[in-house]
């Protein structure tokens, strides 16, 4: 109201749908009481009050359908989490107490298998906290890089080793070049980016199928190339793979026997590529309408001329 007086000013109460949507005041005197310009300003104050209780029922159905998904997507990860960490530890608890129970008269080797479920299981289980976490230091900005200059190839083959006792008949095929250029970027994060891709290949595609792991390089980048022969992803959905927990956003994508996690391992992936200065694209179908390519770009220090590469 200014710095005039209470009494200096006439009140309209804004009439929205079924009920007062607030009060208008306008200075005394502005305008000549039952004239045509009153009643017109009195329309235009009930239409927009009208659209005021509009705009405020919109945004609350928004709300309200934002926490509805939010509660549903929240007791989705958390039964997903749940069921993630629940089968390796039914794993571990089932081994331990047959080591425990029974171990003196197994023979060795159904020993040293249990044993070996047992630590597989728990690599899993570090697996599932560890990408938990990655996540949290992506969006936290508490991601601290170390980076060397390194060659991409000896990553990849250490990424393709730690992989190598889950790959249950699909065929892991390398692909390097004799000589490859350097790049700076932090070697365990890569490694991290290349495990998460290859698990999500292996968990798309099916048992004898096979999965290629490349490098090379052109002027400007050393290129990364995994590709695998599942059955592929529509090319709309392309950018969404990278989006966290897009497995419990859309689990109808899950191929049969697919890894039941809550889908943060492409997510994560990015978020490392990203933070070493790369790109992180995926390209499907890439044969026979099937297969998914997931190519790494990362920039050179300085560019090779085109008649050394």
Not at 99 to 109: H, R
Not at 137 to 143: K, T
Not at 199 to 205: D, F, K, L, Q, T
Request: hydrophobic share 45%.
């Amino acid at each position: 109201t200014g710095t005039l007086p209470q009494a200096a000013w006439t009140f309209w109460p804004l009439e929205g749908l079924g009920a007062r949507a607030g009060v208008a005041g306008i200075e005394a005197g502005t305008v000549v009481s039952g004239s045509d310009e009153e009643r017109l300003l009195l329309a235009l104050l009930d239409q927009g009050a009208v659209a005021l209780q509009r705009a405020e029922l919109a945004a609350g159905a928004v709300e309200a359908e934002a926490l509805r998904r939010s509660d549903r997507f929240r007791n989705a990860l958390l039964n997903s989490i749940s069921h993630d960490l629940r089968t390796p530890l039914t794993t571990v608890l089932g081994a331990a107490t047959t080591l425990i129970d029974y171990g003196d008269k197994l023979a060795p080797p159904a020993r040293a298998d249990l044993a070996l479920g047992i630590k597989e299981e728990a690599e899993r289980l570090n697996g599932y906290v560890a990408n938990l976490l990655d996540m949290t230091r992506i969006e936290g900005g508490g991601l601290k890089l170390r980076t060397d200059w390194i060659d991409a190839r000896d990553v990849l083959a250490a990424a393709a080793d730690r992989v190598a006792r889950r790959l249950d008949g699909r065929v892991l095929v390398r692909d390097f070049p004799e000589t490859l250029s350097l790049v700076q970027a932090d070697p365990n994060l890569l490694e991290q980016v290349a495990v998460n891709i290859l698990e999500n290949a292996i968990a798309y595609s099916p048992p004898g199928a096979r999965i290629e792991v490349a490098a090379y390089e052109d002027r400007a980048h050393v290129v990364i190339s995994i590709e695998d022969e599942g059955r592929g992803i529509p090319p709309a959905d392309l950018e969404r793979v990278f989006e966290k927990f897009r497995r419990l956003q859309d689990p109808s994508d899950r191929s049969p026997g697919a890894s039941q996690g809550v889908g943060l391992g492409l997510a994560i992936a990015k978020g490392f590529v990203e933070a070493m200065g790369g790109r992180i694209a995926a390209a499907s179908p890439i044969h026979d309408g099937k297969g998914t390519r997931m190519l790494i770009s990362l920039p050179k220090g300085v560019a090779t001329p085109h008649h050394l590469l």
